[in-house]
Each structure stands twice: as C-alpha cells, then as structure tokens.
C-alpha cells in the first residue's frame, strides 16, 4: 500500500494561517474517522496533535485544529508561531494489508 | 510521567539479526497496545508492527512481515522487537509508542526518543 499523500512543504508568515493536506483513499482516510497528526522537530520524537480527525490531546494548543472531507484530511494553524516551525504527518487507520499508513511529510516554514 | 526507551540498535550486516528492546514507565504497560515505528534517515514514518495489550494479536507491515517478531513481557514491562533477516532499506531509526487510551485505531501518544538501526556490509 501506498503512504498517503502529503504537500512537501507549505510556509506562512507569524499570524497567519496555513493547512497541510492529506489525501487517501476510502480504505483509510475516506473510510474512517481515525486520522491523526503528529509533528516532528528536527533529531525529535514525533509528538500527536490531532486524533480522530479534529480532536487535541490535553496540552496541544488550540491554535491546532483538524478536519476531514471524502478521502482528505487536513490540520490548520492558526496563528502561526516560530515554535511551530517542523515537519507533519498524518496517519489514518486502513482496512488494507497493513494496520495504519502515514504520509510523506510536510515542511512547515515560518517566514 | 510515561517514559518509553528504546535499546539495542547498531551495526549489522545484511542477513543477520538484532533485537531491539523498549523499556515503559509511567503507565499501567499491561494495558497498553503497543507500536513500533521507524523512520529512514532523511524519509518520513513508517509504521512496523503492533501487539496488543495481552500480547495475543500482533500485526505486521507488509515490508517485515515473516522477517520481523513483535512481543511484550508485562512483567519486565518492556515491549521487542526481533529483527530477522535484515536488508539495508531496514536501515531507520525505530520508535516505539503507545496506544492513547479509549481512543480508536492508529492513535499513538507518547514515543521514545528511538534506536538507531544500520544495516550495512
């Protein structure tokens, strides 16, 4: 199976908003609700953001926030901080061979 | 606080075995379903294997499956994973993670800091 797919990069300014796609199929993404987002600083750990497509882990600020339309998902920040300069993956659960499928990653500059 | 840490990575050559070790803290681990994740130098996540909280169901990426043994000792708490088989694209850092609680499926909400895995001649 596939890695589900994900913009290479996308950058914003300080306060500005920005959305990080993730697109599927209905074996994952489209066919259940069990999408989540974790981001990654460099020589880090990944940390969860976001599960079950819109819901934020205690201590994950709300400037974080998730949805899901058909096959894609996608997390935006709001406000964007220097802090929240990183990579991002989303996850989603799959019917498939394997049990759950990333994406490839996306590069979230702050100008 | 929960604690999770990886052990046992290094060098080794293709063909040959390593097994990698995750020592939990923090949390009830014999409740707990249990992942490990890897990641390629410079490449994004890819999910291994998960075992479940009783260590009776255990499922596989199709990239490991019948190379790589996923299991758990509740009484040590601390979660393997015997690597089998090994190829240079095993080369990764390996993660393991914890299931959130009462949450559903591919949740994963705490790592560790991961073990690196070289496989090379």
């Known amino acids: 199976q596939s890695a589900l797919t994900q913009p290479a990069s996308v950058s914003g300014s300080p306060g500005q908003s920005i959305t990080v796609s993730c697109s599927g199929s209905s074996s994952d993404v489209g066919g259940y609700n069990y999408v989540s987002w974790y981001q990654q600083h460099p020589g880090k750990a990944p940390k969860l953001m976001i599960y079950?497509?819109?819901n934020r882990p205690s201590g994950v600020p709300d400037r974080f926030s998730g949805s899901k339309s058909g096959n894609t998902a996608s997390l935006t920040i709001s406000g964007l901080q220097a802090e929240d300069e990183a990579d991002y993956y989303c996850c989603s659960y799959t019917s498939g061979s394997t049990y759950a499928l990333f994406g490839g990653g996306t590069k979230v500059t702050v100008l | 606080q929960v604690q999770l840490v990886e052990s046992g990575g290094g060098v080794v050559q293709p063909g040959r075995s390593l097994r990698l070790s995750c020592e939990a803290s923090?949390?009830?681990?014999?409740?707990?379903?249990m992942h490990w994740v890897r990641q390629a130098p410079g490449k994004g996540l890819e999910w291994v294997a998960l075992?479940?909280?009783?260590?009776?169901?255990?499922y596989y990426a199709d990239s490991v499956k019948g190379r790589f043994t996923i299991s758990r000792d509740n009484s040590k708490n601390t979660l393997y994973l015997e690597m089998n088989s090994l190829r240079v694209e095993d080369t990764a850092v390996y993660y393991c993670?914890?299931?959130?609680?009462?949450?559903?499926?591919?949740?994963?909400?705490?790592w560790g800091q991961g073990t690196l895995v070289t496989v090379s001649s």
């Open positions: 993670a914890k299931d959130r609680p009462s949450s559903g499926y591919a949740v994963f909400d705490y």
């Open positions: 923090g949390f009830i681990f014999s409740n707990s379903g």
């Open positions: 079950e497509v819109s």
């Open positions: 075992i479940s909280y009783d260590g009776n169901n255990k």
